[in-house]
């Protein structure tokens, strides 16, 4: 065996046999569906009421959020999150309590003092605030956007909107009657609110 096969039998073993696809990033109804799945599991398993509102609340979170994120961008950090806590996080958290009995998770302390339930809780609280915060950084950068374009049109057009106002006055015209009457020229609405007894 000569140098050259050598080095060709070397390039074979470098290279892969087949080609490893990347795992697909998960859709926006990837996403829904996995939350779906989760809050099911939830609801079927019976689980304390006050876990359930933790679980609601994340998903509600992340139900609120998932639109809003094409505009900070489906590669961001927070996407990721928001992703991750839909397919990963949050199922995980629930599965690994499910797993234990039930009885033994909720009395028998297993960290610190604190039950399995405990950490669950802990858990879900912690999911609950990130996605809190979230929400709020995407919801301001839809606010900033608001702000950047009004700043735009007041420098476009030079003068920022009072909000508008309404003038009725300024907007009354004469009407003319079409009943009898009709020939004595134009009639100048009340200035005050009419009352529809008073008309002919």
Known sequence: M????WVRGVNEKLEPQGAATAPSVPTEHDIL?????TEQLAH????????LARVNRVSRM?????PRMKSVGLGSSDSYAVMATATDYLPEALGGYLRLPRDWADSRPIDRGKTSLMLLIDQLDLLGATMD???DAVARAD???????????TARFGHESTGGELDLQAGARSITPAGPGAGQGPVTPPAGPVNPLDLP
């Not at 900033?144 to 735009?152: C, M, N, S, T, V």
């Open 2 to 5: 000569g140098f050259l096969d």
């Open 62 to 66: 992340i139900r609120d959020t998932l």
């Open 133 to 135: 915060k979230i929400f």
């Open 33 to 37: 569906n996995a939350l779906d799945r």
């Open 143 to 153: 606010a900033d956007a608001l702000i950047a374009h009004g700043r735009f049109l």
């Open 44 to 51: 079927d398993a019976k689980l304390h009421p006050f876990v």
